[in-house]
């Protein structure tokens, strides 16, 4: 007879978790997002979310201006309760500090990037986004899988600062061709090269 496996669930506080608890608890998994006091555990990347960041991180790293850096799969702290993690951002050059550092402020932060997966489609459609505009991030893009072919799809968004929302501005599907925030054209159909 073998003993069954003991699993150690951490017991969250009364009040929830903090971003501080985020950073600083041993052994959470890869990824741990922290969404209004509560940590999200998120499963195995697929391919196509592990390709389609390398593509867009590969093709925004062309074309970022200097005083801005492309990092992927980072925690974003937007206040005590949230820190939610972009698969890909755009931040400001000078908040790169050490090689060490785990978390961007949202004030940092120019551009956020979802890549959706079935077990994330809530988070990255509605919850994410929401919190982003109303964190002040000017720009954000949600990417999707399209058709039999698996192509990305990417629904480009701006800030609306009166209202704190996001308006679209676009959906692209074979290039990525924008001007803002900077100049970028990414060949959305490259995913076969990855």
């Not at 950073?23 to 969404?35: A, Q």
């Not at 058709?147 to 074979?174: H, I, M, Q």
Request: aromatic share 8%; glycine share 4%.
């Amino acid at each position: 007879m073998t003993a069954e496996p003991v699993h150690h669930w951490p017991v969250p506080p009364q009040d929830g978790y903090t971003v501080d608890d985020l950073l600083t608890l041993p052994d959470l998994p890869p990824h741990t997002e922290l969404i209004d006091g509560s940590l999200v555990f998120v499963s195995p990347q697929r391919n196509f979310h592990s390709v389609v960041i390398d593509l867009l991180v590969e093709g925004l790293r062309r074309t970022v201006p200097p005083g801005l850096k492309v990092r992927r799969e980072m925690t974003v702290v937007i206040d005590k309760r949230n820190g939610p993690e972009p698969d890909i951002c755009v931040v400001r050059a000078a908040s790169v500090r050490s090689l060490d550092q785990t978390y961007y402020q949202v004030r940092d932060v120019l551009l956020a990037v979802e890549v959706v997966s079935p077990d994330s489609e809530a988070r990255d459609q509605v919850t994410k986004p929401f919190k982003y505009a109303l964190a002040g991030i000017p720009y954000f893009w949600r990417v999707e899988m399209a058709g039999v072919e698996g192509y990305p799809v990417v629904n480009v968004f701006e800030l609306d600062k009166e209202s704190r929302a996001y308006v679209p501005t676009g959906t692209y599907r074979d290039a990525l061709k924008l001007t803002v925030p900077f100049d970028i054209d990414i060949d959305l159909t490259e995913i076969d090269q990855f």
